[in-house]
């Protein structure tokens, strides 16, 4: 029913590592297998439950027994969000995810107003990304917007996303990453969102492609991601060694590390979502770009990669290892039911769901009733760039208090003079501790004294210190 459809979806969890990231090696060869060879069973259980996989394996074999055009229509059936989209105005269904993954991580659009514009990257979208992405940012108004959809696998148009199509490689990849970094100027995109699909493929060569895609991922916030960004990837397998070892590179070279597969995705389907968040841009793009060529020159062959670099090191990292296996065992279940589901509807069993009800309440619950209703009274002015004093002060970090402070140093390494000022006393202390020096009357001590010295002006400001000092005893 839709009481048990659409339930308060838990807060997603986190993974917090202090961990170095591992280095891929440079000598990939030792690690060439035959698509053959089997992953052990004791690598699969590290970071997933067998009967789980047994049970999944099972019910997909019963379920492809029937009928294309008849499996078709059963999942359909047996998935209450199928309605969602229909329901919103938007131009895309990918807009319905995004707004479901905005709702379980509210610091997925988080903005840098040290930086001007607010610059966003997707891999493979079929536009849904660009136009939820480009609503939230307009409805704010704040900075300035721009946005790029690489390898786009469906023709849309979304105002200030440019769609780059070009034949998908990684080749074009390295050129087209070039040609965004030179247009923002700097590494300075706060969201990249990968959601490449892969066409009909049997599970191992849909596992090759999946790796290559996070790779492709990592390699683009290595060159284009600003300290602070969000990485996003879709993909559907996260129990096979060689994907454990790139996903544990995510969760060290982000603060924060999640795993989810949100409502909006088919219950049925082996569909997940990997999000890292707050970029801590300490990641050399140079490995992944090997890699990433590695694992594009392995697609049109009988080999793959089972492994990118020693696999103990991720085993031997037990908060890494329960979380993953957490995760995994709780999609599986959720897949599982999905299935028995679709299973049931193809043997003839009635289900009942009130999708418009579903559909109803997961409006309400992600926030696009309201953001409807702000799109049909329009309370704040398009984006537009907004020119900001400090903007190539400090870069990559939160807006600083600025109250007081005369001028701030500039700590960019690429942007900052070979030869820095030392910075004022005043503007090393804390804002709370020249509350007091900021209240003085400069101008009326400054009246009438054109002529004097600056000697006398100083002397007359020390002797209002001492007496405010005096005062506050």
């Known amino acids: 029913n839709s009481e048990e459809a659409v339930p308060t ?5 986190f993974l917090k590592l202090k961990t170095a990231p591992p280095a891929v090696e ?61 329901c919103t105005k938007f131009q895309h269904p990918g807009a319905v995810v995004m707004a479901n993954l905005h709702n379980l991580y509210k610091e997925l659009f988080r903005q840098n107003y040290m930086i001007d514009t607010y610059y966003f990257l997707t891999i493979g979208e079929k536009g849904g990304v660009s136009e939820y992405t480009t609503q939230v940012q307009q409805q704010e108004a704040l900075v300035g917007l721009q946005g790029w959809a690489v390898f786009p696998s469906a023709e849309f148009e979304v105002d200030n996303v440019t769609s780059l199509e070009e034949t998908h490689n990684f080749e074009k990849l390295e050129e087209l990453a070039d040609q965004i970094y030179c247009e923002m100027g700097d590494s300075n995109a706060m969201l990249i969102v990968c959601d490449l699909g892969t066409e009909k493929a049997n599970f191992t060569q849909k596992e090759k492609k999946a790796k290559t895609k996070i790779c492709s991922s990592l390699y683009l916030a290595s060159k284009l991601m600003a300290k602070g960004g969000n990485l996003v990837i ?12 790139l996903l544990y590179l995510v969760a060290t070279n982000f603060e924060e590390f999640s795993v989810v597969k949100p409502f909006s995705a088919s219950p049925h389907s082996f569909s997940r979502f990997i999000v890292g968040l707050d970029f801590k841009a300490e990641m050399a793009e140079e490995p992944f770009k090997e890699l990433c060529k590695t ?26 290892q ?3 296996r957490e995760h995994n065992d709780v999609i599986a279940e959720t897949q599982i039911e999905g299935l028995q589901t679709v299973l049931s509807i193809l043997q003839g069993s009635e289900v009942s769901i009130n999708k418009k009800e579903v559909a109803d309440r997961c409006l309400m619950h992600w926030g696009l009733k ?51 000022t030392e910075l004022p006393s005043l503007a090393r202390k804390k804002p709370e501790e020249i509350t007091k020096l900021r209240t003085i009357d400069l101008q009326s001590s400054i009246q009438g004294s054109t002529e004097r010295s600056k000697e006398e002006l100083m002397k007359k400001f020390e002797r209002q210190i001492k007496k405010q000092g005096k005062k506050k005893k």
């Not at 394996?57 to 492809?64: A, E, F, K, P, Y």
């Not at 694992?295 to 890494?320: A, C, G, M, P, R």
């Open 9 to 13: 979806h838990p807060e997603p969890k």
């Open 370 to 420: 309201e953001m409807e209703h702000k799109q049909e009274t329009p309370t704040k002015l398009p984006a537009k760039r907004v020119n900001r004093p400090f903007e190539n002060s400090i870069r990559h970090e939160k807006i600083p208090d600025l109250s007081g402070v005369s001028h701030i140093i500039n700590r960019n390494p690429k942007t900052a003079p070979k030869t820095q």
């Open 26 to 86: 440079s000598d990939l060869s030792k690690y060439f297998s035959r698509l053959e060879t089997q992953t052990s069973t004791q690598d699969l259980n590290f970071f997933s439950t067998k009967y789980r996989r047994e049970k999944i394996v099972s019910l997909l074999l019963q379920t492809n027994q029937f009928e294309k055009q008849q499996l078709q229509e059963a999942k359909s059936k047996a998935n209450p969000y199928s309605l969602v989209y229909e």
């Open 295 to 320: 694992l594009e020159s392995q697609l049109v062959n009988n080999q793959d990669l089972s492994h990118i670099y020693d696999f103990s090191k991720v085993t031997k990292d037990h908060l890494f």
């Open 322 to 324: 329960n979380f993953m």
């Open 234 to 245: 879709k993909t559907s397998n996260t129990w096979q060694p060689s994907t454990i070892e």
